[in-house]
């Protein structure tokens, strides 16, 4: 059993910035990588970016390549997602995820475990 929560999420301008956090625990050990996903009402869940547990791989979603980036601080059990340049196609609730399994790529949700709760990211003026 993991545990995972978010943070970080808000109202924030076009072109601005947001910093979201997801602290683990519980069984962590068996993590593999770790993922960030978002769904807007009435669309599918779309994949955002995912790391290695290790951090020597990242994939990102054509939609946010070149705006986001993802990591992990290896003194705590938390990996952030920062999100810069921000536009309004960004809202959404974003979700961390992690995944036990060993895969080639992080793109499907299919291939991750436990789900956090989500956290808003609304980008208006």
């Known amino acids: 059993q993991v545990q995972l929560v978010e943070s970080g999420g808000g109202l924030v301008q076009p072109g601005g910035s947001l910093r979201l956090s997801c602290a683990a625990s519980?069984?962590?050990?068996?993590?593999?990588?770790m993922g960030w996903f978002r769904q807007a009402p009435g669309k599918e869940r779309e994949f955002v970016a995912a790391?290695?547990?290790?951090?020597?791989?990242?994939y990102f979603g054509d939609s946010v390549k070149g705006r986001f980036t993802i990591s992990r601080d290896n003194t705590k059990d938390t990996w952030y997602l920062q999100m810069n340049s921000l536009k309004p196609d960004d809202t959404a609730v974003y979700y961390c995820?992690?995944?036990?399994?060993?895969?080639?790529?992080?793109?499907?949700?299919?291939?991750?475990?436990?789900w956090g709760l989500g956290t808003q990211v609304t980008v208006s003026s």
């Open positions: 519980g069984v962590i050990f068996s993590i593999v990588a």
């Open positions: 995820a992690s995944s036990s399994r060993h895969s080639g790529s992080y793109y499907s949700d299919r291939l991750y475990d436990y």
């Open positions: 790391i290695t547990w290790g951090g020597d791989r990242t």
